[in-house]
Each structure stands twice: as structure tokens, then as C-alpha cells.
T-cell receptor, first 113, second 117 residues
Framework: GENVEQHPSTLSVQEGDSAVIKCTYS??????FPWYKQELGKRPQLIID?????GEKKDQRIAVTLNKTAKHFSLHITETQPEDSAVYFC????????????FGKGTSLLVTP | GAVVSQHPSWVICKSGTSVKIECRSL??????MFWYRQFPKQSLMLMAT?????????EQGVEKDKFLINHASLTLSTLTVTSAHPEDSSFYIC?????????????FGPGTRLLVL
């Protein structure tokens, strides 16, 4: 089955700096890679996703890159703000796996003013 | 975006009792729903895939006789934790995939926090 590795487990940056979170996956059949932000006690919220036919996608301060050959994808947050502080999860899955998602272990991001 | 609701939002029960959690897609039809479990400070772990009108598919290590899943309609899936024990205490989250068009986006419910005493 799919195995998703996520690094780092914790990340602390100063407000205004960039944050990068990296994930690798094992199943080459995975074709959908979403990123979720989860605040304490709340549901995961989709912040950006990318499909395997695209190498990069950007939405304002958030971008995701995908390298299918190396089976890794990354989340980039620029100009970080304190409200970006949360746990971020990457996931891999898609139509080839019946849409089931396998999640990374999460990255706790802290943005200090 | 699409809305998924869960009920109840939290439940406290005695060991040995059964607890039913409902997951509803409010403004779309979901042919597939997923059930996840999340322990404190851990990731979401997929428990089972629930397809309307068919038996659920359970992940390895998840007891199908303990976690009963019923997906009776395109908008409702239920998870019943039978004979709950303290180790079943967790945050249970469902998600749903839209049935229309080509979309893999999963919309998550708000979760149900279960505490078994």
C-alpha cells in the first residue's frame, strides 16, 4: 500500500519568512496530492492540491510542487503570518486507489511574531 | 465548497456500550465516504472506505465486527463502535467524495470526539 513520509515534524519560523514542508510517497499509482491544515480540535481544511499531470500550482502565498519521478511533493508558504500556525498534513491517493488518502504524520508549524 | 456534517460532535460513554456516529453530505451526493481515526497529536488513519449500497472496505488492522459501517444512501454513512473500550477513545472524522464530475476532493466532517470511560 501507499506510504507517505513527511518532514519536518515541527517547524518554527519568524513572521514573514518562508516555510517548506516536504513529503515523499511510495505508490507510483497515486495521482492526487492534497495538503490540509488542521487547527487544534478542528477538521482538516484543504489548502491546496495538485494532480499528477501538473508539476506546480500556486495560490497566493501557498504553492505546491510535485516531482513524479522522485515521488516527492512539497508545500511552500511565503510571507508567513502567525495565523498560519497549525498542523499541516500531506496526503497521497486519487482515482487509482478509489480516492482513499494516505496521510503523512503531520508538521506542526509555529510562526512567531 | 461542499458541506459534510457529523453527529454527535462529542460523546462520552461507559465501557461496553455501543456508539453510533452519523456522517452526512449536506449539499451533494457522495458515492464514497471514508472514516478516519485520529489520536492526540497523531495523523489521520484511514479506517474504512464506505460505498453506497455495498459493504465497507476495511484497512488492515481495523476490526470490521467492532466498527460497523452502513452507507444506506448517497448522503449518509454511519459508523457504530460496538462494545466500546477506553482504547477506542479518539477523534473520528468522516470525509466524502463528490459523485458528480471528476473530482477527488475530499470534504471532511467536523469530527466526533469519543471518550470511553
Amino acid at each position: 500500500g501507499e506510504n507517505v513520509e513527511q518532514h519536518p515534524s515541527t517547524l518554527s519560523v519568524q513572521e514573514g519568512d518562508s516555510a517548506v514542508i516536504k513529503c515523499t510517497y511510495s505508490d507510483s499509482a497515486s495521482n492526487y496530492f492534497p495538503w490540509y491544515k488542521q487547527e487544534l480540535g478542528k477538521r482538516p481544511q484543504l489548502i491546496i492540491d495538485i494532480r499528477s499531470n501538473v508539476g506546480e500550482k500556486k495560490d497566493q502565498r501557498i504553492a505546491v510542487t510535485l516531482n513524479k519521478t522522485a515521488k516527492h511533493f512539497s508545500l511552500h508558504i511565503t510571507e508567513t503570518q502567525p495565523e498560519d500556525s497549525a498542523v499541516y498534513f500531506c496526503a497521497a491517493g486519487g482515482s487509482n486507489s478509489g480516492y482513499a488518502l494516505n496521510f503523512g504524520k503531520g508538521t506542526s508549524l509555529l510562526v512567531t511574531p | 465548497g461542499a458541506v459534510v456534517s457529523q453527529h454527535p460532535s462529542w460523546v462520552i460513554c461507559k465501557s461496553g456500550t455501543s456508539v453510533k456516529i452519523e456522517c452526512r453530505s449536506l449539499d451533494f451526493q457522495a458515492t464514497t465516504m471514508f472514516w478516519y481515526r485520529q489520536f492526540p497529536k497523531q495523523s489521520l488513519m484511514l479506517m474504512a472506505t464506505s460505498n453506497e449500497g455495498s459493504k465497507a472496505t476495511y484497512e488492515q488492522g481495523v476490526e470490521k465486527d467492532k466498527f460497523l459501517i452502513n452507507h444506506a444512501s448517497l448522503t449518509l454513512s454511519t459508523l457504530t463502535v460496538t462494545s466500546a473500550h477506553p482504547e477506542d477513545s479518539s477523534f473520528y472524522i468522516c470525509s466524502a467524495v463528490t459523485a458528480t464530475g471528476y473530482s477527488e476532493t475530499q470534504y471532511f466532517g467536523p469530527g466526533t470526539r469519543l471518550l470511553v470511560l
